[in-house]
């Protein structure tokens, strides 16, 4: 530590000592008392040049000082040393300094410039101490300084420190240089520096020092010798991106033992050298035995210390052994995983593909049924024991189509692939039609009905279609569920901002053990309930996950078997809308005038069944079982509308649509069995106005026909 006072005379002397002092204070002076704060954690490259630079300007900064205060203990750091010349601190301290500036690869303009300026000074000082050596014997005289107070000798700058700076110099200024063939002229000017100051420091560690010394000669001193060894290694390890130096510095084996024996192997022979002089001084043993102990305790600790690595480099390896092992574990787990993901996904393409077909087919033949049952049902002169029978068939093929339509339903919506629509809805509407839907069953078993439309706020933002399947599942469920002369009753009400609706039942009620599993697809329940009543068990799978999609939820309650159930569902409320919206749907009004159609369907009972019941309402009909035929009719007649199943032997319904389009104008029906969202808007795409999913009703295909009749009425207006 400096004296208070040395302080103080520091910071008055030191714009005068150097030339241009507050520019070049504000570059090197921070980084030089800067306290070190160099993360472990970075890499060697970036270590190494900043903390060799600092550690080299502290120690020519404290012997300079030391020259300008006259303080002797700073000027070599120890009594009997040689110490460094205040010029050759100087040089080193601006060597210091190009070296912080150069080291960054990104380092701005106005460092690079900089520091190439003190790299060029070093050289060029250098060079004229070498010229002054060769001309004046060993060194110049006039630069040969006195001993110190306790008769320490001052360094020469003779031919080795005045060729070590111009060395120096020179790398710092050919630091970013490199030749085709990547050799760095820089890398072999200090190679040659740092072998310069191992020998000083070899030399001084053995005390051979003296052997140099003459009248007009003092050898570098140790710091010196340390100084530039340090600025050496700190140039070299700046740019290590190739060559030996990109093998030290490498996270490999050769790497690691090269970072441990290559210092160990320098430090050695000096460490023990200078051991070795102070016990033969100290008389405890004489030169002989120091020689042989010298050596064998390089040896032995040599030894160790290859050792020590080896074992490192034995951990390492068996660590990147596992490791490797594990990468190849774990690639071979990824790639199982994608064999096993490319393999789902290929199943699940299959399944959708599957589903497709599987409803198309299911759905074609119950058609020509649905159709004529509902045809016949609405038939005026139908005897009432034939027109029951005629409605029994008519339910019974409905109620297979909602079956398909609850596989596809729960396949869609556990796949993330079912659409919502949502708009403001009127919940009492969505009810009373499911009422009306099941007005007939409810009739048939003698139910007691009680409603309580009790909810103020009966609007919600909901998804209108797929909020009336719900309704209906749930009053179906009950009706069901319920014997003869029970009673069903529906309430509404308004709880914490939200819609509740509630339906209660005294049917058959659910076991406490079964409450839990009551949402799970297919559960109904006990076994025997469900052969008694018939079903797949997805109504409420479906309608849960339906309502918890439209930010509802749903629960349910029992005492038991045979004592009932309630089931209560919550959505959240909106404002009514103001303007009662007009209603889009379809009406059922009766055709204005005959229509000339052309009905397309591969399904030969499904066309028989269609043409002749759309001939009764008073059609013209022409009918085609493929493509290639239905073109042909539009290319030879004119049609008000065309009526088409999608899937055909030789094509598509679509192109028959788009070549209807292309023709003329008319109204398109698309009939599939393919009922998927992406099925009706690829329908659509093709110009269709409608789509129908089979089993169709032949009173909704008839309500559609009516609607294309005004439609190219109000065209011909």
Same mark, same amino acid.
């Given at each position: 530590?400096?004296?208070?006072?040395? !302080?103080?005379?520091?910071?008055?002397?030191?714009?005068?000592?150097?030339?241009?002092?507050?520019?070049?204070? /504000?570059?090197?002076?921070?980084?030089?008392?800067?306290?070190?704060?160099?993360?472990?954690?970075?890499?060697?490259?970036?270590?190494?040049?900043?903390?060799?630079?600092?550690?080299?300007?502290?120690?020519?900064?404290?012997?300079?000082?030391?020259?300008?205060? +006259?303080?002797?203990?700073? !000027?070599?750091?120890?009594?009997?040393?040689?110490?460094?010349?205040?010029?050759?601190?100087?040089?080193?301290?601006?060597?210091?300094?190009?070296?912080?500036?150069?080291?960054?690869?990104?380092?701005?303009?106005?460092?690079?410039?900089?520091?190439?300026?003190?790299?060029?000074?070093?050289?060029?000082?250098?060079?004229?101490?070498?010229?002054?050596?060769?001309?004046?014997?060993?060194?110049?005289?006039?630069?040969?300084?006195?001993?110190?107070?306790?008769?320490?000798?001052?360094?020469?700058?003779?031919? /080795?420190?005045?060729?070590? &700076?111009?060395?120096?110099?020179?790398?710092?200024?050919?630091?970013?240089?490199?030749?085709?063939?990547? &050799?760095?002229?820089?890398?072999?000017?200090?190679?040659?520096?740092?072998?310069?100051?191992?020998?000083?420091?070899?030399?001084?560690?053995?005390?051979?020092?003296?052997?140099?010394?003459?009248?007009?000669?003092?050898?570098?001193?140790?710091?010196?010798?340390?100084? &530039?060894?340090?600025?050496?290694?700190?140039?070299?390890?700046?740019?290590?991106?190739?060559?030996?130096?990109?093998?030290?510095?490498?996270?490999?084996?050769?790497?690691?033992?090269? /970072?441990?024996?290559?210092?160990?192997?320098?430090?050695?022979?000096?460490?023990?050298?200078?051991?070795?002089?102070?016990?033969?001084?100290?008389?405890?043993?004489?030169?002989?035995?120091?020689?042989?102990?010298?050596?064998?305790?390089?040896?032995?600790?040599?030894?160790?210390?290859?050792?020590?690595?080896?074992?490192?480099?034995?951990?390492?390896?068996?660590?990147?052994?596992?490791?490797?092992?594990?990468?190849?574990?774990?690639?071979?787990?990824?790639?199982?995983?994608?064999?096993?993901?490319?393999?789902?996904?290929?199943?699940?393409?299959?399944?959708? *593909?599957?589903?497709?077909?599987?409803?198309?087919?299911?759905?074609?033949?119950?058609?020509?049924?649905?159709?004529?049952?509902?045809?016949?049902?609405?038939?005026?002169?139908?005897?009432?024991?034939?027109?029951?029978?005629?409605?029994?068939?008519?339910?019974?093929?409905?109620?297979?189509?909602?079956?398909?339509?609850?596989?596809?339903?729960?396949?869609?919506?556990?796949?993330?692939?079912?659409?919502?629509?949502?708009?403001?809805?009127?919940?009492?509407?969505?009810?009373?039609?499911?009422?009306?839907?099941?007005?007939?069953?409810?009739?048939?078993?003698?139910?007691?009905?009680?409603?309580?439309?009790?909810?103020?706020?009966?609007?919600?933002?909901?998804?209108?279609?797929?909020? +009336?399947?719900?309704?209906?599942?749930?009053?179906?469920?009950?009706?069901?569920?319920?014997?003869?002369?029970?009673?069903?009753?529906?309430?509404?009400?308004?709880?914490?901002?939200?819609?509740?609706?509630?339906?209660?039942?005294?049917?058959?009620?659910?076991?406490?053990?079964?409450?839990?599993?009551?949402?799970?697809?297919?559960? +109904?329940?006990?076994?025997?309930?469900?052969?008694?009543?018939?079903?797949?068990?997805?109504?409420?799978?479906?309608?849960?996950?339906?309502?918890?999609?439209?930010?509802?939820?749903?629960?349910?309650?029992?005492?038991?078997?045979?004592?009932?159930?309630?089931?209560?569902?919550?959505?959240?409320?909106?404002?009514?809308?103001?303007?009662?919206?007009?209603?889009?749907?379809?009406?059922?009004?009766?055709?204005?005038?005959?229509? +000339?159609?052309?009905?397309?369907? *591969?399904?030969?009972?499904?066309?028989?069944?269609?043409?002749?019941?759309?001939?009764?309402?008073?059609?013209?009909?022409?009918?085609?079982?493929?493509?290639?035929?239905?073109?042909?009719?539009?290319? *030879?007649?004119?049609?008000?509308?065309?009526?088409?199943?999608?899937?055909?032997? *030789?094509?598509?319904?679509?192109?028959?649509?788009?070549?209807?389009?292309?023709?003329?104008?008319?109204?398109?029906?698309?009939?599939?069995?393919?009922?998927?969202?992406?099925?009706? /808007?690829?329908?659509?795409?093709?110009?269709?106005?409608?789509?129908?999913?089979?089993?169709?009703?032949?009173?909704?295909?008839?309500?559609?026909?009516?609607?294309?009749?005004?439609?190219?009425?109000?065209?011909?207006?």
């Amino acid at each position: 530590m400096l004296p208070a006072e040395s !302080k103080g005379l520091w910071i008055q002397i030191k714009g005068a000592f150097f030339e241009g002092g507050q520019c070049l204070a /504000r570059n090197w002076l921070p980084f030089v008392f800067e306290p070190v704060q160099i993360r472990l954690k970075a890499p060697i490259t970036q270590i190494a040049p900043v903390a060799a630079s600092r550690l080299t300007a502290a120690i020519a900064t404290t012997v300079l000082t030391g020259w300008i205060l +006259q303080i002797d203990p700073l !000027k070599n750091f120890a009594p009997g040393m040689i110490a460094m010349n205040p010029i050759t601190a100087s040089g080193l301290i601006a060597a210091s300094i190009a070296l912080f500036l150069r080291q960054a690869p990104e380092a701005s303009r106005k460092q690079t410039i900089l520091g190439l300026a003190l790299a060029a000074g070093v050289m060029a000082m250098g060079g004229c101490f070498l010229l002054l050596s060769y001309h004046e014997s060993v060194a110049a005289r006039w630069l040969t300084l006195p001993p110190l107070s306790d008769g320490s000798l001052v360094e020469a700058n003779g031919a /080795r420190i005045s060729a070590s &700076f111009v060395l120096i110099g020179a790398s710092l200024l050919a630091l970013n240089y490199k030749t085709v063939g990547g &050799f760095r002229p820089g890398e072999l000017a200090c190679a040659l520096t740092a072998m310069i100051a191992i020998l000083s420091v070899v030399a001084h560690a053995h005390h051979l020092t003296g052997f140099y010394v003459s009248a007009t000669y003092t050898p570098a001193s140790f710091l010196t010798s340390v100084c &530039f060894f340090l600025l050496a290694t700190g140039i070299l390890l700046a740019r290590a991106d190739r060559g030996t130096l990109a093998i030290i510095v490498s996270e490999t084996a050769a790497g690691m033992l090269a /970072r441990r024996l290559i210092p160990l192997a320098i430090l050695l022979p000096i460490s023990i050298g200078a051991i070795r002089q102070g016990v033969e001084k100290a008389g405890l043993y004489d030169p002989t035995f120091g020689a042989a102990h010298s050596a064998t305790t390089f040896m032995v600790l040599f030894f160790a210390a290859i050792w020590w690595t080896t074992r490192m480099l034995f951990h390492s390896d068996s660590d990147r052994i596992i490791a490797e092992q594990e990468r190849q574990k774990q690639e071979r787990q990824v790639h199982q995983l994608n064999i096993e993901k490319m393999a789902a996904e290929k199943a699940n393409k299959a399944k959708d *593909d599957f589903l497709a077909v599987l409803s198309h087919e299911l759905r074609t033949p119950l058609t020509p049924a649905l159709a004529a049952a509902s045809y016949l049902a609405e038939h005026a002169d139908l005897s009432s024991q034939l027109r029951e029978e005629i409605t029994a068939i008519r339910t019974s093929v409905q109620l297979e189509a909602r079956l398909i339509d609850d596989l596809l339903d729960l396949t869609r919506i556990t796949r993330g692939k079912i659409e919502l629509h949502l708009e403001v809805v009127d919940v009492h509407n969505l009810l009373r039609n499911s009422l009306e839907i099941a007005r007939d069953k409810i009739l048939q078993k003698h139910l007691d009905l009680i409603v309580n439309f009790g909810a103020d706020r009966h609007h919600v933002w909901a998804d209108a279609v797929r909020l +009336q399947q719900v309704f209906w599942n749930l009053l179906n469920n009950a009706v069901k569920f319920s014997k003869e002369t029970g009673r069903i009753a529906m309430r509404t009400a308004n709880q914490d901002g939200r819609f509740v609706f509630q339906i209660t039942d005294t049917g058959v009620g659910i076991e406490p053990e079964q409450r839990d599993r009551i949402f799970h697809a297919f559960e +109904q329940g006990e076994r025997a309930i469900s052969r008694k009543f018939g079903g797949l068990g997805l109504g409420l799978t479906i309608s849960k996950r339906l309502l918890e999609l439209q930010g509802g939820t749903i629960s349910v309650h029992s005492e038991g078997l045979n004592r009932g159930a309630s089931f209560k569902l919550s959505l959240a409320t909106v404002d009514s809308p103001k303007v009662t919206p007009v209603s889009h749907s379809i009406t059922d009004q009766g055709p204005a005038r005959s229509l +000339q159609l052309l009905v397309v369907d *591969d399904h030969p009972q499904t066309l028989r069944v269609l043409a002749s019941l759309l001939r009764k309402q008073g059609h013209k009909v022409l009918t085609a079982e493929c493509v290639q035929t239905a073109i042909k009719l539009l290319e *030879d007649e004119h049609f008000d509308g065309l009526i088409s199943d999608i899937g055909l032997p *030789d094509g598509n319904g679509c192109d028959v649509m788009r070549a209807a389009k292309a023709r003329q104008s008319l109204v398109g029906i698309a009939l599939s069995g393919f009922g998927m969202e992406e099925d009706v /808007r690829r329908s659509m795409d093709a110009g269709f106005d409608h789509h129908l999913t089979k089993p169709i009703d032949f009173q909704e295909l008839e309500r559609f026909v009516g609607a294309m009749a005004s439609r190219t009425d109000h065209s011909a207006l």
